[in-house]
């Protein structure tokens, strides 16, 4: 993928950006099938996408259980992000969006534990494998998320969530119900 092939994507195939589930998924099969991808690609690729998932259904501005379903079968493989643009994609529509279900929050915490218990995924391979516990980038990442779920919900966490935050302290070495301690 080059840059005159993002070029090309930007100012003919999706000229006027993705308008179905259609065209994210032609853009989310180039980026699987692309082994070499100019730079230009990781953020046209993201940028693209969360526009079209974030404001251009419904909706608009926000993420649905429906879109997060969808979103989680699409970037992910039993569970897990394997690529660094998907797992940037996830963070940037939580990012983004003005709400968001529990279901993507946990799975975005999710991706955090597996990391850190199994060494699996994207996150395990950015943020160096074999560190165990608590890093300061998983830190920065946690608080994306509970950034996404205050503006979604104030201070308020899903029973769900809140297991999901408990089994990050408790598998890191930090007390239950203490996610602030890191």
């Known amino acids: 993928m080059t840059a005159k092939d993002v070029d090309v994507l ?32 990781h953020h046209y690729f993201i940028e693209t ?25 699409m970037i992910s493989t039993r569970g897990v992000i394997n690529s660094r643009p998907e797992l940037d994609l996830l963070f940037h529509v939580i990012d983004m969006s003005s709400r968001i279900p529990d279901r993507l929050s946990i799975f975005a915490l999710e991706q955090i534990r597996l990391a850190i218990t199994d060494e699996i995924g994207a996150w395990a391979v950015m943020r160096g494998g074999r560190q165990r516990g608590l890093q300061k ?16 919900r104030g201070n308020h966490l899903t029973a769900q969530e809140q297991r999901a935050l408990d089994e990050l302290g408790i598998l890191t070495g930090l007390p239950a119900h203490d996610a602030t301690a890191a």
């Open 10 to 41: 930007r100012e003919h195939v999706f000229a006027g950006g993705l308008t179905s589930s259609q065209d994210a998924m032609i853009l989310l099969a180039i980026n699987s099938s692309c082994s070499e991808k100019c730079p230009g690609w």
């Open 49 to 73: 996408m969360t526009d079209f998932i974030v404001h251009r259904t419904e909706p608009q501005g926000s993420v649905d259980e429906w879109n997060a379903d969808w979103l989680i079968a």
């Open 137 to 152: 980038s998983d830190v920065m990442l946690i608080g994306r998320v509970m950034s996404a779920i205050a503006r979604s």
